[in-house]
């Protein structure tokens, strides 16, 4: 197999390739559905992940070095830079995404690390319009310090709501220079482990409080992009105050803020809440708030946030499904927030573990493309509904008809047919389209 210097860059080669190096499905420019298959997917590298992690887990130590034998920390931070931009080059990814403490290292005091920012988003900033990329999304990690034990924004210390907030600002600041068109807000460590010790009304409100102020700066420096709740129900808190794709609604609608805020939907964060991935999306989309994705899996057998790069084909299948459904991106795009295994340790499989992502979307799409053409999916469901488009059902969709009047109608019926789910059969056209 090539080491990682040998490619230069990762190609289309199509599904009967054997090489490791070079994509089977996803051809960048290929036109799909009216538009190129790089503008369905918009694929984004996850910097926290990808540049920074290193394999290491609550039994061990890392298992990759990426340091790049560099010890002071801006040069370090730099090298890592340019890594970065290199490896978007090799795989073809146009877009990335990232945390304050990813891209620059964190000084003795809060002054330092922001001043270190400053710098590391003037060197990205340059880099970026070097190599024509784009950022997806910018957020702040208010979650790993031991300043944010408590939580951030639902710290029970004002003083770490003031902290939080300076470095959501400069978080913000970062996305307007770099020309973000998302800003997302993950929980972290807003959430809370027992009653015995937690005021939850006056967390909750604080929370709407701090991304009021948020909104608020963004929107008043010019930001015009989107700002995301990235919904997960447990992990690092036992009650995550973000849950779910609904529970975020409500706490967004509660608050005013359905505005400005969309959902960052996750795969792994979806199963976690016992639901699937496109029930989360699909909860996004009715509620006019689908924004943007992180592109993972977990592991059905273990009850964590694996973070596993994507590699089921139904799972994409059906999430493109829904992206297409909800019309494509506009501000959002496919963030793969995950991370090659910690056996999987060397930058060879970087490479890989990327390309098995891209590839299991790009097939994913085109797979999702084919049932939307082939129709009988779309057409079973209308079918299964038509009622409520004649009689008794139009009156209740058009909201002509009353209880009352349903009574009497009700009083005259005899028997009922409710139409067969046939979920069997849908799922063997699902399974004839994805490995015809
Ligand atoms: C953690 C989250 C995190 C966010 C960004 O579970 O997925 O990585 O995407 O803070
Ligand atoms: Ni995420
Ligand atoms: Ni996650």
Redesign the pocket.
Known sequence: MKQYADVKEVRYEGKDSKEPFAFKYYDPDEVIDGKPMKDHLKFAM?Y?HTIDAEGRDMFGPGTMDKSFGITDPIARYKAKADFAFELMNKLQLDYYCF?DVDIAPEGKTLKESLGNLDIMVDYIFDLQKKHNKKCLWV?A?NFSDATFMAGAATSCEADVFAVAAAKVRACIDAAIKLGATGY?F?G?REGYETLLNTDMELELDNLARFLKMARDYGRAKGYAGDFYL?P?PK?PTKHQYDFDAATCMNFLRKYGLTDDFKL?I?AN?ATLAGHTFEHELRTAIVNDAFGSI?ANQGDLLLGW?T?QFPTNVYDTTLCMLEVLRAGGFTNGGLNF?AKARRVSNTFEDILLAYIAGMDAFALGLRKAVEIVEDGRLDQFVSERYASYTRGIGAEIFAGTTTLEALSEYAKTLDRIDVPSGRQEYLETIVNNILFA
């Open positions: 996850s926290w945390h957020t990690n997302v993950w972290g990235e997960k992990e960052n996750e964060h992180d946030d973070d927030d």
